[in-house]
């Protein structure tokens, strides 16, 4: 509104200067008109009033003095209104400046009223946080407190608990010294009586060691040249594809043969075992490693049907009169391979019947 009012203002200085200036124009223009007409009226009287005219004359000449002196003036009047039209402007351009910084003065003490707000908004809310800090630190305190005395109750039930049960686990101790010493003595007899049964299980290794190397002799004139039978230590070897055909755990014919063979030799060679020594024959099954192919019938791998071979082979030999209680059948699939090997004469070696004459 300030800008708009000095403008309006500063406006109205030339239209003021034009309209002096016309109006000491007009003015001369009625003065010649004046003194014009006033000539002309006198030329009539010319003769009467030569006198006068030489006044009107000189008056002229002061009046023209007059105007020159006037115009002179309106000059001056003129740049003296143009100096105080910069000087208004040059006042004028200040007072917008100023204006210009009073609005920034104005924009600058809001916003910091409005940090000044936002700022006291803090601290209410500051002073409000560390108010419910302090309740929450007294609550704690408070708790803690309430804590402190209940695990101290606690502790104090506990100390008199352990103090019972020392009391408690010392009358054990008391006690387990006493069986201790019982348990020494028994321990004594114990060991006497499990040297005694080692001393007479390596007996009766030995012993029945004395009859492995002639069992494995008899078995293998037996069998003679119609299987293919391999010692390896403590056991013997015969090949399940002498025994069963292929994929199958049912004994074939020419295995019955051999089986019968085997079951002649065992039952003689029972009679030959003195009786205090406890022995078996280990019958285990072992299978290549082929996977089992989908929808076999009766088993579904090769454990089981490593089992199954194991358990027909002393099935085969309990018909032909060996005891089924020093036969034992045991599985191991495709675990124990004596070859390592994909191929066919590997695999062939793999698929197996192992005895081993041994104690319980």
Not at 171 to 187: M, S
Not at 195 to 214: F, P, T
Request: glycine share 4%; net charge negative.
């Amino acid at each position: 509104m300030l800008n708009v009012r000095f403008r309006e203002r500063t406006n109205a200085w030339p239209g003021f200067v034009d309209l002096f200036s016309n109006l000491v124009i007009i003015l001369i223009f009625l003065m010649i008109v004046f003194l014009f007409l006033w000539k002309i009226t006198s030329v009539s009287s010319k003769k009467a009033e030569d006198t006068k005219f030489a006044e009107l004359q000189q008056i002229q000449q002061e009046q023209a003095e007059k105007i020159v002196q006037m115009a002179a003036d309106n000059e001056q009047a003129e740049q003296l209104l143009v100096a105080a039209r910069d000087v208004l402007e040059i006042q004028e351009n200040e007072i917008a400046n100023q204006q210009i910084q009073s609005e920034n003065y104005e924009q600058q003490i809001a916003v910091l009223n409005e940090e000044q707000v936002k700022l006291a908004n803090e601290i209410a809310e500051l002073t409000s946080r560390l108010r419910k800090a302090d309740e929450e630190k007294e609550a704690l305190a408070k708790i803690e407190q309430e804590q402190t005395n209940e695990i101290l109750n606690q502790a104090s039930s506990e100390i008199s608990s352990l103090q019972a049960n020392i009391e408690e686990l010392q009358q054990q101790l008391k006690q387990a010294e006493e069986r201790a010493k019982q348990q020494d003595i028994e321990y004594v007899e114990m060991s006497n009586r499990l040297n005694k049964a080692l001393a007479d299980k390596v007996a009766e290794l030995n012993s029945l060691s004395e009859y492995q190397s002639e069992f494995y002799k008899q078995v293998k004139n037996a069998l003679g040249d119609r299987t293919v039978i391999q010692q390896d230590g403590d056991r013997f070897i015969i090949s399940s594809d002498i025994l069963f055909p292929s994929g199958s755990y049912k004994v074939s014919k020419n295995g019955k043969s051999q089986l019968k063979a085997l079951a002649n030799v065992i039952t003689d060679f029972e009679d030959k075992i003195p009786s205090d020594i406890d022995w078996i024959i280990r019958v285990d099954g072992h299978t290549d490693n082929k996977a089992v192919l989908p929808g076999t019938h009766g088993y579904r791998n090769n454990m089981q049907l490593s089992l199954l071979r194991a358990t027909a082979v002393i099935d085969e030999l309990v018909k032909n009169g060996v005891s089924k209680r020093r036969l034992v059948p045991t599985g191991f699939g495709e675990l124990h391979p004596v070859v390592l090997g994909n191929d066919k004469e590997s695999l062939q070696k793999n698929r197996r019947i192992e005895l081993q004459l041994t104690n319980k």
